[in-house]
């Protein structure tokens, strides 16, 4: 998406100024409070961005997959990050200097556009996730969250999707307990829609998911 319309000769001057980084799995990328200094658009693996309350409580804001920038949401003020991002198995990124890219996207109008574009849906995203939140019950919340991530972070595998997420990491992203996630997940595990291991869930039935999401 961030070279979308951009010709082949641009972006082949876009990625040049950049250096590709690779990331270990659970290896911090960056800090909530360090400055920005970089602009990162992920190209393999997944991040997870939260954020931490005055009470020490973790959130999970955002999981980023191949194709996603990752703490590009001060861009343009140059302002600190508002959140913490980790990287949440083996990951590879190009990385640009902010000021770098700054530059490029003045240059190159449409890489600006493409860049505000990516950070509008983040933005879309979190106001439907907080909608959810607010108006729906934890059933169905589960079921959006886990849908909406088996094209960005799943992986394909002997015909069903793996999410490598811990039942802990899907209670923060929707909002509630350990102790329901683990009751949800176990009653779609009897239903043959999902299988469940040590920090993954195998979605073998997305549309049943889907459809036993929106019923309840």
Known sequence: PLFSNISSADRTEIV???HEKAFLRRQTIFFQGDPMEQIILLTSGS???TQVGQNGT??????????????ATGLWTR??????????????????????FETLSERFPILRHNAARILGEHLRELEERFREISTENV??????AIAR???RIGERENGAVKLRLSHEELAQMVGTTLFTVCRLLSQWEQQG??????????????HALAALSESE
Do not use: F, Q
């Not at 059933?139 to 959006?144: D, E, Q, T």
């Open 16 to 18: 040049s100024a950049a």
């Open 47 to 49: 991040v997870k961005i």
């Open 58 to 71: 973790e959130v999970i804001l955002r999981l980023s997959g191949p194709g996603d920038l990752v703490g």
């Open 79 to 100: 302002s600190n990050h508002c959140s913490t991002a980790l990287a949440l198995r083996p990951s590879r990124a190009l990385v640009w200097g902010a000021a770098v």
């Open 139 to 144: 059933a169905p919340r589960l079921g959006h």
């Open 149 to 151: 991530l088996l094209n």
């Open 193 to 206: 829609i999902v299988s469940t291991g040590r920090e993954a869930v195998m979605v073998h039935d997305p």
